[in-house]
Every structure is written in C-alpha cells, then in structure tokens.
C-alpha cells in the first residue's frame, strides 16, 4: 500500500477529528498543518504530534511530503485554497461546502482537469458503513417501494453574530452548513437530480442569513424529499426512509452508526455498524488515498459532478430569499 503524507489548512474545530481519524486508519501520515491564525498550527501540531506548522498555506503547499491537502477554512475560502492547492501541484480533499456557489465549482473542476490532480468534497455521510447498508436495503426492496424522505439537521444553537454559521462573510447560513447533509441525503437515498423543489427561508435578522431553511424535493412525479436545517432551532437529527413495507429511522444520520428497522409484518430490528470518536471521517480518507493510489482524478463515490449538481441546487434554493455572499 502506498503511504501519503496529508497536509491541513485551516487549523479549526473540525480538523482536530480530521486528525483523530487519520491516525485511526494507521495508513498515511499528518506531516504538516498551516494555519494564518498566529500560534494555531503550533498548537495543532503540538496536540496531534504532527512533525511541521506552518505560518503560511503557501508554506505547507511548498512542502515536499505533503501529497493530498485537507482543507478546513471556513466556506468562503475554499476556492482560493483549493485553486493554490491545485496550482501547487497536491491532490486536495476540501471540506462541505465545497465553494460556495456552482459557478467556483465548475472553474475549480476545469482546474483539476488542467493539472490532473485529485479533488473531492468532504461529504464524509456517503462513506460510513451504515449509509452503504441503508442504500442495499433500499436496493433490495427491504422496505417495499420508497418514495419519502424526512431529515433534518437542527442544532438549536445560540450563537453569536460573528460565528462561521451566522456571519455572511464567512458565507454563513444554515442552507450551505447545515442544509447540504439533508440534501445530500435525499441524493444518497434517490441516487437522482430533482425534477422540482420548493423552499422556505426565516433570515437571520441580525446578520442576513438564513437562520432555519426547509426545502421539499421532487424526484420524477412521486418520489419526496422533506428536509430542514436550522442553527438556532433544535430538532431530532434522524432520517426516516419510508416505503411501502415498512420505514428505517437512522438516528443522528449524518455521523450514522444504526439503522433501526421497522417492517410492517415483522418485529423491529437494529443494525449497528460503530466506529471510535471522531472517527468518523476515517471512510472518507480511506477513500481518497484508494483513488489516488489507482490513479484516478475523481471519487466514483462522490464526484465533482455531484459536487456541482447539489451547488446548483442550492443556488437555486437560495436565489428567491436574495441571499448574495459578498464578491457574488
Ligand atoms: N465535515 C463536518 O462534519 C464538518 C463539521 C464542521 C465544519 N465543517 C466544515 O469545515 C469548515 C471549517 O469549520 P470549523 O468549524 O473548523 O471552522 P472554524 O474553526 O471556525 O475555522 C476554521 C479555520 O477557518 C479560518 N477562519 C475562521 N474564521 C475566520 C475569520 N473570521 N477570518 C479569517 N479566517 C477565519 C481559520 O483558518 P486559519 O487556521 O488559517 O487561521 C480557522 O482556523 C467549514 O467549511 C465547515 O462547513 C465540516
């Protein structure tokens, strides 16, 4: 098996489990995180026995060990991270939401094609063990015919304005953090593009954002999708699949770990598939040091086509509340 050495940028909340999850596949090596946030990536480094910091992300992306970079900055600067990755020659793994809109998307897709690098989103949800076993049953027709989707991911949260989630210069709002799990759910379950939606936004009066959203999806004339998110108000975070023989709730369904299932003729069964804490994203970077090491440019999982279509998607959910993100 070949070994990677992985770089962060972007030494916040989330890529301390990137970290932990990493270690926990005992294949590739966290060689060097950047952070422009003075004294962060010491820390880092000092807290996850990672050999370099850097000061700079220009730094990191000159250092000769670092093969694919993780990239968790806020939104607003994935594209710039991912397009100096690109351009400084590493495959990159960049968190949700991949830019934030379609249009970054797409130039950044044509960048990777020019340089032949490795990209994909961070959508960690389609890779856990639980999910892959949801998709077989509903496959198999376990549950009959499924034609419903109910998901939310609510927080209830009271943060304050500047956070990454509230605040519209870190492209905040509960559509493009939160939102895009619900929604990602309703691909991961129809495996198909919308034929329609509509979608409710209550801004958040404080700084312009969508503070809880709700979008019903279409698929084709009978399949639903009926999907919340919400920073400040709190909400069971299950997926219920529902077909004609029965349902299968998943609790907390994007970090899923069981599938709880409810046959109409038979007595409820739950299906357990546990992993350690914040391990959660050890699937996801299993998967893209696979794909690099056989050479491919995209995750047949989740590839840059799928990254565009659910960006389109939100574009378009989001243009009737005229949510603009600055430099839009
Ligand atoms: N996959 C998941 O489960 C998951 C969970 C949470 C978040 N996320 C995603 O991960 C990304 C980061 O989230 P997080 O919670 O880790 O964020 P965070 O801790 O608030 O910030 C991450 C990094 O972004 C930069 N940053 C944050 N606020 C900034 C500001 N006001 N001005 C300039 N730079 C700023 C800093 O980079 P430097 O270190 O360079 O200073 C910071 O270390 C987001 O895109 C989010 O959607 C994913």
């Given at each position: ?21 990493l270690k926990s596949l005992n294949r590739g090596r966290l060689v060097a995180g950047a952070s422009r946030t003075p004294g962060k990536a010491e820390a880092f480094a000092k807290r996850h026995t990672i050999p370099r910091s850097y000061s700079d992300y220009d730094a990191l992306l000159a250092d000769p060990e670092v093969d694919i970079v993780y990239i ?257």
């Open positions: 098996m070949q070994e990677f050495g992985w770089g962060v940028i972007g030494c916040g909340e989330i890529a301390n489990v990137f970290a932990v999850s968790s900055t806020t939104h607003n600067f994935h594209f710039e991270c991912v397009k100096q990755c690109l351009e400084g020659g590493k495959h990159v793994l960049c968190e949700k939401p991949f830019t934030i809109n379609a249009e970054q998307t797409r130039r950044l897709a044509a960048l990777a094609k020019e340089k032949n690098l490795f990209v994909m989103e961070a959508l960690w949800t389609r890779f856990l063990p639980a999910i892959l076993k949801l998709q077989e049953l509903i496959a198999s027709g376990e549950i009959g015919t499924v034609e419903t989707l109910y998901t939310n991911f609510c927080l209830g949260f009271d943060l304050p304005p500047e956070h990454r989630m509230r605040n519209i210069d870190l492209a905040g709002g509960a559509l493009l953090d939160l939102g895009i799990y619900p929604i990602s759910m309703a691909d991961i379950i129809f495996g198909e593009k919308p034929s329609r939606f509509s979608s409710f936004a209550t801004m958040d009066r404080e700084t312009g954002v969508d503070e809880h959203s709700h979008y019903v999806l279409e698929f084709g004339d009978r399949k639903k999708a009926l999907l919340s998110s919400s920073y400040s108000q709190a909400a069971p975070k299950d997926a219920i699949v529902s077909g004609t023989k029965g349902y299968i709730r998943v609790p907390d369904f994007l970090a899923a770990q069981e599938l709880h299932i409810h046959k109409t003729d038979a007595e409820p069964e739950v299906l357990r598939f546990p992993y350690g804490e914040s391990e959660n994203f050890k699937y996801e970077i299993a998967h893209v040091m696979d794909c690099v090491e056989a050479g491919l440019r995209e995750s047949n999982v989740m590839p840059l086509s799928k990254t565009l279509e659910i960006m389109e998607l939100m574009d378009a959910i989001r243009k009737p509340w005229k949510l603009v993100y600055p430099g839009e």
